[in-house]
C-alpha cells in the first residue's frame, strides 16, 4: 500500500474505509478549495449504519488540506485525519458524524484532548471538519480557536475536534451534542492503527460557549452513555445553561443572529418544533430567517445585529411561551445530571449573552449533586473577551489534569477582578495571544498578495 509517512504516521492520501462503505476522495484533491460538506460523499452515511455500535469508525481519510488559522497553516501538526463514526441524535437514532484528530509533532500518544469549537451555527459548511482546512472561507470563530488547539498540541497532546451538531447542524440540540462528542472520543480510541494513540490515554474535555454547551452534555450523559470512559477533567467557559434567558439578554443586539440560528438547529433536532415553527414564521420574512441556514455565526451577525427577532414570529414573545417551544427548549438546556468528572467553570460576571446568575445557579445544582468544581467568575471581562482572557487559566488546569494532578474535592467559587492577574494563566496566555495575533496577521498578509 503506497503513501507516506509522516513522523511514524502514514498519511497516504486516499480514504480509508471499513466494508460498510468505500469512498472516493481523491478527484476531490484537485479543486482548489476544499469540497463542502454537503458535496463531499466521505460525509454521507453509509450503508449498514444500524448495525454499528456508538462510537465506530465508519471510514477515515487523512485531511484532505492543512490545517489552517485565518488561512495560514499550523505548523505543529504531524498527521491529521477526518474520522467519519456512528454516533446518536437526540431522538436515539443513529447517526454519522465527523470528527477531526491533530496529531503533533511531539505527539505523547497518552494525551488526548477533545477540543469543542463553538460552531454556533446551523449550516453545515461552518462545521469544524471543514473550516478548519485552509481556503476553506468558513468559520472565524474555528480560525481563532485554533490558537488555543495550537496551545495544546505544543503541549504534545492529540485533539480531536468533533463536528457535534451532526450533519443536520442541530445547532443547541443537547443530546446530539454531548454523544456526538462522547463517540468521537470513543472512535478516536478505536484509531491506533493508523493514528498511534495510546489504547488508554489521559483525556480531558474542553470548550467555549457554543463548545461548552457540548462539553457540559458530554460530561452530563457520560456515566450513562459511556461508562467505559473516565476524563480527568472538564474546563468550560461562557456556559450557556438557560437558553430562553440568554434570548432575552441578545434580542436586539450584536448577537441577536443567534436566535434564528438555535431555533432552526432545534428544527433541525425535532420534527414536532419544525412544523411550529414553520407555521409561526412570518411569510414576508420567514426567507430572511432563514439566512442562517447558509452562514456562518459571523454572518448571522451581521444579518440580524440590532433586530428584533420576535417580529419574524405571528405570534411574536408568545411564541416563547408556547408548550412546543419551553419543551424544546428545557431539552437543549444543560443542568439535567451531575458529571463524575471534575470541573473547572470560568465565566464573566458581566457576560451579555447568559446572565451570572443563571451560571451561580447551575454550579449550584452541580455542586449540591457531589461534583468537584472550580468556578472561577471574571469582573472585568464581557462573554467574548473572557474566551481569550480566560483561556490561560484553563490551560493550566488542564495541563494539571493531564499530569495526574489531584483536584481538590468538593466546590470552590472565586471571583476574581481578572484572570489576568493570575501569573500561571498569563504564562500560558502568552502563547495562546501570540498564536492568534501571528495567524490573523498571517492571514491579512496573505489576503493582500
Same mark, same amino acid.
Given at each position: ?181 462522547? /463517540? ?7 484509531? #491506533? !492503527? =493508523?493514528? &498511534?494513540? $495510546?489504547?488508554?490515554?489521559? *483525556? ?103 433586530? /428584533? ?7 411574536? #414573545? !408568545? =411564541?416563547? &411561551?408556547? $408548550?412546543?417551544?419551553?419543551? *424544546? ?112 496577521? #498571517? ?7
Amino acid at each position: 500500500m503506497r503513501g507516506m509517512r509522516v513522523k511514524g504516521f502514514r498519511c497516504s492520501w486516499y480514504s480509508h474505509a471499513t466494508p460498510l462503505q468505500e469512498t472516493n476522495t481523491p478527484r476531490l484533491l484537485h479543486r482548489q478549495n476544499p469540497t463542502p460538506p454537503d458535496l463531499d460523499p466521505f460525509y454521507s452515511a453509509p450503508a449498514g449504519l444500524n448495525a454499528s455500535s456508538p462510537g465506530d469508525i465508519l471510514r477515515y481519510r487523512p485531511v484532505p488540506y492543512p490545517i489552517a488559522a485565518f488561512n495560514t497553516t499550523i505548523v505543529n501538526i504531524a498527521a491529521a485525519f477526518h474520522i467519519q463514526y456512528r454516533t446518536t441524535d437526540s431522538t436515539g437514532n443513529p447517526e454519522a458524524a465527523v470528527t477531526t484528530l491533530l496529531i503533533p509533532s511531539n505527539a505523547d500518544p497518552a494525551k488526548l484532548l477533545s477540543y469543542q469549537i463553538a460552531e454556533d451555527s446551523a449550516f453545515q459548511s461552518c462545521a469544524p471538519s471543514f473550516a478548519l482546512q485552509k481556503t476553506s472561507a468558513a468559520n472565524v470563530t474555528a480560525s481563532i480557536e485554533l490558537a488555543f488547539i495550537e496551545a495544546a498540541l505544543n503541549k504534545g497532546w492529540y485533539v480531536v475536534v468533533p463536528d457535534f451538531e451532526g450533519p443536520r447542524s442541530a445547532f443547541e440540540a443537547g443530546a446530539q451534542a454531548g454523544y456526538a462528542t462522547l /463517540d468521537s472520543v470513543r472512535a478516536v480510541l478505536q484509531s #491506533a !492503527a =493508523f493514528s &498511534n494513540v $495510546s489504547l488508554a490515554p489521559r *483525556t480531558a474535555l474542553w470548550g467555549y460557549s457554543g463548545g461548552a454547551f457540548a462539553s457540559n452534555w458530554a460530561l452530563e450523559l457520560q456515566a450513562s452513555y459511556a461508562p467505559e470512559l473516565s476524563f480527568a477533567g472538564g474546563a468550560v467557559g461562557g456556559t450557556i445553561n438557560n437558553i430562553a434567558g440568554a434570548f432575552t439578554a441578545i434580542n436586539n443586539g450584536t448577537l441577536a443572529g443567534l436566535i434564528p440560528t438555535v431555533f432552526l438547529g432545534l428544527a433541525a433536532a425535532y420534527s414536532d418544533f419544525s412544523e411550529a415553527l414553520e407555521q409561526e414564521l412570518v411569510p414576508e420574512t420567514a426567507a430572511t430567517f432563514k439566512t442562517v441556514l447558509t452562514q456562518c455565526s459571523s454572518e448571522d451577525s451581521s444579518e440580524f445585529t440590532g433586530q /428584533d427577532i420576535l417580529s419574524y414570529f405571528k405570534t411574536g #414573545a !408568545a =411564541f416563547l &411561551n408556547t $408548550s412546543i417551544v419551553q419543551t *424544546t427548549l428545557n431539552k437543549a438546556n444543560i443542568g439535567k445530571h451531575v458529571p463524575v468528572t471534575p470541573l473547572y467553570i470560568y465565566k464573566s460576571i458581566n457576560d451579555e449573552v447568559s446572565p451570572i446568575a443563571d451560571t451561580d445557579a447551575f454550579v449550584d445544582y452541580y455542586c449540591a449533586g457531589g461534583a468537584d468544581v472550580e468556578y472561577r467568575r471574571d469582573l472585568l471581562s464581557g462573554h467574548i473577551t473572557l474566551a481569550i482572557t480566560g483561556a490561560g487559566e484553563a490551560l493550566a488546569w488542564l495541563d494539571d489534569r493531564m499530569a495526574g494532578v489531584a483536584v481538590e474535592s468538593g466546590c470552590k467559587t472565586t471571583s476574581v477582578v481578572s484572570t489576568l492577574l493570575d501569573p500561571v494563566g498569563v504564562l500560558a496566555l502568552g502563547d495562546i495571544v501570540v498564536g492568534v495575533l501571528i495567524g490573523y496577521l #498571517a492571514g491579512v498578509v496573505q489576503s493582500l498578495k
